[in-house]
C-alpha cells in the first residue's frame, strides 16, 4: 500500500464501528502537503536493534492469530494526555484480528483532577475533587504512573468508570479486574462497590500502592465509591489512577501523558517505577522532550540525562524491551518565533539511541525540520500555537507512525513489502 492509501484513513473518522465504510481515496496527498518529508518516515537504527525483532516477531505472532502478549507504552505530554493519535494507534493495531484486542488496562481519570480526559472512556464522580500534575512546580502529593493525582477531602464520593466511550468501537473493552492505585498507607477512607456481590477477591500491593477487586463476571462499566471513615481535618484520598483488565491476549496500549509535563517534571512522581515495575513493556515510545525545550533556559544536559535515566528504569522493568526515541514535533515559542532547540533535542536522541541499541522516528524531521510547523499551520494541520495538532494533523501523525513501524516490521522478518501494513489496516 502507499502512502496516498494510509494517509486516506486520516480524513475518515476516528470511529471504527463500520470496517466496511467508504474511505475518501485522497491520491493528491503528497502534492497536497509538499512541505512533509515523506521519505524521512522510517524507524532509524531497528535493524540494530535485537530488541525490535522480538517485538516483531511477537506482533507478528499475534497478527496471525496466535496467543501472544504485546505490552506497548507511550509517554509524553499533552500531546499523549489527549490520547488522539495514541488512540489511533492502539485501534489499528488491537484490530489485526479478532483476537488482537488486550486488555484496555492503565487509564486516569482526567476529569476528576480538572483536566481533559480521553474521549474514549469515561470516569466520573461527585463531590470536590482537586488535581495535582507533576508538571506543576507549586504542585506537591504524592505522584505515580500517571504523573497526575486527584485529591478529595469530603465525606463521600461516587465514581463512574466506563471503559467505552462514545461508541468509538464495535468491540468493545470489558474487564473481570480493576485496580485502585491510591495512597493505601493511610486508613482515612474506605473503597466500597454499588453492587458488592460482584466482588470476588480483593489483593492488595503495598509496593505499587493499589487494591485489585477480582470481580465475579466480566463488566464494561461499574460504580464504586469512596468514603470518609474518620473524622480527622486533614484526612483526604488520593487517587493515582485505575487499571481496567482482563485475560484477553493481544496487543494493550498505554499511553502516560500530562499536560505540560517533562522528563525533570515525572522525575518528580515517587512511586512511578514502582508501579511501571508491575508490567514487562514490549515497546516503549518516549515522546517527551516539547516542554524540556519549549523555554530559552533549556539544559541539554539535564535532558540527556532524564532521558537516559528513564531508559534505564524502563529496562529494569524488562531487559529486552524495544524503545523507540522519537524527536518531538518542530513547534513556535510563544506564538511568535520558530524554536530552535528541537534540533538540540535531536543530536541527543541519536545519540543516546545510538549508545543503547534502540531506534528513533524522528517526525521533527518529518515535519520538514525547522519552522515546518507554519507549513502545518497554513495547511489547517495546526492550531494557532504552532505547538499541537488539530485531529487532522494528529491522525496523519498516526498514520506516518503506523506505516514506519509496519516497514520496519516487514524488513526485519524478510516479509514482503506492504503484506503488514494491508493486514493491520484490513486492505
Same mark, same amino acid.
Not at 116 to 124: G, M
Not at 161 to 164: D, F, R
Not at 271 to 276: A, E, I, K, S, V
Given at each position: 500500500m502507499t502512502i496516498h492509501k494510509l494517509v486516506t484513513f486520516c480524513f475518515?473518522?476516528?470511529?471504527f464501528s463500520s470496517m466496511a465504510q467508504d474511505y475518501t481515496l485522497l491520491d493528491s496527498i503528497q502534492s497536497r502537503y509538499p512541505f512533509i518529508n515523506w521519505k524521512a518516515n522510517e524507524i532509524k537504527f531497528a535493524e540494530d536493534a535485537p530488541s525490535f525483532k522480538k517485538l516483531y516477531q511477537k506482533l507478528d505472532a499475534i497478527a496471525n492469530g496466535e496467543e501472544e502478549d504485546v505490552h506497548i507504552f507511550h509517554i509524553g505530554g499533552s500531546h499523549i494526555q489527549a490520547d488522539i493519535y495514541s488512540n489511533r494507534l492502539r485501534t489499528y493495531l488491537q484490530h489485526m484480528n479478532a483476537t488482537a484486542k488486550g486488555q484496555r488496562g492503565f487509564v486516569y481519570p482526567f476529569k476528576l483532577a480538572g483536566t481533559?480526559?480521553?474521549?474514549?472512556?469515561?470516569?466520573?464522580a461527585d463531590g470536590a475533587w482537586k488535581g495535582y500534575r507533576c508538571s506543576i512546580k507549586k504542585d506537591s502529593v504524592a505522584w505515580g504512573l500517571a504523573g497526575i493525582s486527584a485529591v478529595f477531602k469530603d465525606s463521600v464520593s461516587n465514581i463512574s /468508570? @466506563?471503559?467505552?466511550h462514545r461508541g468509538y468501537d464495535q468491540q468493545q473493552y470489558d474487564f473481570n479486574r480493576i485496580r485502585v492505585f491510591y495512597d493505601d498507607w493511610s486508613t482515612d477512607y474506605e473503597i466500597s462497590f454499588k453492587e458488592a456481590s460482584l466482588i470476588a477477591d480483593i489483593i492488595v500491593n503495598k509496593e505499587a500502592h493499589y487494591i485489585e477487586y477480582a470481580l465475579t463476571k466480566t463488566v464494561k462499566e461499574i460504580d464504586?465509591? /469512596? @468514603?470518609?471513615?474518620?473524622?480527622?481535618?486533614?484526612?483526604?484520598?488520593?487517587?493515582?489512577?485505575?487499571?481496567?483488565?482482563?485475560?484477553?491476549?493481544?496487543v494493550e496500549y498505554t499511553s502516560i501523558?500530562?499536560?505540560?509535563?517533562s522528563f525533570n517534571f515525572y522525575n518528580r512522581c515517587r512511586?512511578?517505577?514502582?508501579?511501571?515495575m508491575l508490567y514487562t513493556p514490549d515497546l516503549f515510545i518516549v515522546s517527551v522532550g516539547t516542554n524540556d525545550a519549549y523555554h530559552p533556559d533549556f539544559d541539554p544536559e539535564a535532558y540527556e540525562m532524564f532521558y537516559e535515566k528513564l531508559m534505564m528504569d524502563v529496562q529494569k522493568a524488562n531487559p529486552d524491551c524495544a524503545i523507540l526515541l522519537t524527536v518531538p514535533n518542530d513547534s513556535y515559542y510563544k506564538r511568535k518565533t520558530p524554536n530552535p532547540r528541537?534540533?538540540?533535542?535531536q543530536k541527543i536522541i541519536y545519540k543516546l539511541a545510538k549508545k543503547h541499541h534502540m531506534a528513533v522516528w524522528d517526525f521533527y524531521e518529518i515535519m520538514g525540520g525547522f519552522n515546518s510547523s507554519m507549513d502545518w499551520y497554513k495547511h489547517k494541520l495546526m492550531p494557532s500555537d504552532r505547538i499541537h495538532f488539530k485531529q487532522l494533523g494528529y491522525r496523519?501523525?498516526?498514520d506516518l507512525l503506523l506505516q514506519a513501524l509496519a516497514n520496519s516490521w516487514e524488513q526485519s522478518l524478510g516479509l514482503e513489502h506492504n503484506t503488514v501494513l494491508n493486514r493491520i489496516i484490513h486492505e
Open positions: 475518515a473518522l476516528i470511529s481533559n480526559n480521553p474521549s474514549n472512556y469515561s470516569i466520573t /468508570v @466506563k471503559a467505552n464504586f465509591c /469512596v @468514603k470518609r471513615m474518620t473524622d480527622a481535618p486533614e484526612s483526604e484520598f488520593l487517587m493515582m489512577g485505575l487499571e481496567l483488565m482482563n485475560d484477553n491476549h493481544g501523558g500530562v499536560n505540560g509535563a512511586y512511578f517505577n514502582d508501579q511501571l528541537t534540533r538540540v533535542m496523519i501523525k498516526a
